[in-house]
């Protein structure tokens, strides 16, 4: 008798608390503010902050040789580590002669190539989206990598990026941002590179 007395009074207690309820509309959407600012140029300055390597080429054709030259000049072995069904395998290594494409995953002293999704321009960060043709694990293993973004794929902002994300349908599984090469202060407040993905990274904005 008593645990029935219980149950009613909780079921009338829950009966008031739903009676006594407003439906309240829905929050307005926040408005960003007006982007105004050019994204690329402001994609390249804060990557560039945040130690990145930026470089500039005019065709998406054009990164073999450009990443052919970068390695040279940093006397750095001429080889990248590149997925088979990667959009990066199907570029015109053959203008670099001088350079060796690997198949087999990267370690930390190799020197790796992919496509990034997008760019952030307000944070300079790159976008990776897993997929099919984009393993993520790729962006962990390499010392260097190398990221070929697209000059139309640099949108101004994060919330940019999900709402284009939204509107194609399709939320991969996994999108990594990546802001600079990687790096840690845990041991003794000093900075080490390297600590969960490549010390450096160099981004080809094409296009």
């Not at 790096?183 to 590179?193: L, Y």
């Not at 490549?198 to 080809?204: G, H």
Request: net charge neutral.
């Amino acid at each position: 008798m008593a645990e029935q007395t219980v149950v009613n009074a909780r079921d009338e207690i829950l009966a008031a608390v739903k009676a006594g309820r407003r439906a309240e509309p829905a929050p307005a959407r926040y408005a960003l503010p007006t982007w105004t600012i050019d994204p690329v140029g402001q994609f390249a300055a804060r990557a560039r902050a945040t130690a990145a390597d930026v470089h500039e080429i005019a065709r998406v054709d054009d990164a073999p040789e450009a990443i052919w030259s970068i390695l040279t000049k940093k006397n750095a072995a001429r080889s990248v580590h590149i997925p088979e069904v990667s959009e990066a395998s199907a570029l015109p290594w053959q203008r670099a002669p001088g350079l060796s494409v690997m198949r087999e995953r990267p370690s930390g002293s190799d020197s790796a190539v992919s496509f990034a999704n997008f760019g952030i321009a307000e944070t300079g960060t790159l976008v990776f989206c897993s997929g099919e043709r984009s393993p993520s694990a790729w962006h962990y293993l390499p010392g260097l990598e190398f990221v070929v973004m697209r000059r139309a794929l640099i949108l101004p902002r994060l919330e940019t990026v999900i709402d284009t994300l939204a509107e194609r349908g399709s939320i991969p599984a996994t999108v990594n941002l990546v802001t600079g090469p990687s790096r840690t202060a845990d041991i003794e407040q000093t900075i080490e590179r390297g600590a969960h993905g490549p010390r450096e990274l160099c981004i080809l904005i094409a296009g």
